[in-house]
């Protein structure tokens, strides 16, 4: 397992803007997931992008993949104020290292109405 | 269809008590993970199971023992707790086939010792 480190730690927006934060990690993956904790809850799982596939989509969730550079980004679109939430990444290994699934510290997303 | 479920959802407990949490999900998924998350530091993983009577070590193991003796089910004890497991626990669930799926998460057990 390996651990996805996120950037910013904390981001603030207004309302309607876009939000983007980044995910790197250390070796080679099987897949990256993203998921959202709102304050005081257990994480949703939000989308999963493949080492295959460059980029994808869910309604206004877009998560790029770059291997190279050991990379994730999730962007999210017209925010609204129940976005705030923190949001992780957890870059995924193949066989016996997709067992665990190791989160890092998040980043802090805060929409203002 | 309930997903994972964890009880109780608060408990204070005194330094050197024990208790067992527990964890429940109606999804057939066999791997199962308890994390403990503290302010600051992200999800640590403290044990998890591939399958109804395996366990393993995470991160984080110390002080913790876990039973799964039906696959529906996961516990995880504390014989003698500390001030220091003071923190907010989380079950989670996933399918075993392949790596591509996401984890179900429960709704957490805030746990604190005094």
């Known amino acids: 397992s390996q651990q996805g480190e996120e950037d910013p730690q904390a981001l603030s927006i207004q309302e309607g803007e876009n939000a983007t934060m980044n995910c790197s990690y250390k070796t080679s993956i099987n897949n990256l997931q993203w998921y959202r904790q709102n304050s005081g809850r257990g994480l949703v799982h939000l989308i999963l992008i493949r080492s295959n596939e460059r980029e994808k989509h869910s309604g206004r969730l877009r998560v790029t993949l770059d291997t190279s550079k050991k990379s994730s980004s999730l962007l999210i679109t017209a925010s609204r104020a129940a976005d705030t939430a923190s949001y992780f990444c957890?870059?995924?290994?193949?066989?016996?290292?997709?067992?665990?699934?190791?989160f890092g510290k998040g980043t802090k997303l805060s929409v203002i109405p | 269809n309930a997903g994972v479920t964890q009880t109780p959802k608060f408990r204070v407990l005194k330094t050197g008590q024990s208790m067992t949490l527990l964890c429940a999900q109606d999804?057939?998924?066999?791997?199962m993970y308890w994390y403990r998350q503290d302010p600051g530091m992200g999800l640590r993983l403290i044990h998890y199971?591939?399958?109804?009577?395996?366990?393993a070590k995470g991160e984080v193991p110390d002080g913790y023992n876990v039973s799964r003796l039906k696959k529906q089910n996961f516990l995880l004890g504390l014989e003698s707790a500390a001030p220091s497991q003071t923190s907010v626990y989380f079950c989670?669930?996933?399918?075993?086939?392949?790596?591509?799926?996401?984890?179900?998460f429960g709704s957490g057990t805030r746990l604190t010792v005094v």
């Open positions: 999804m057939n998924h066999e791997y």
């Open positions: 199971s591939v399958g109804e009577g395996t366990t």
């Open positions: 957890a870059p995924v290994l193949s066989g016996a290292g997709s067992y665990q699934l190791t």
């Open positions: 989670a669930s996933r399918p075993s086939t392949g790596e591509g799926y996401g984890y179900t």
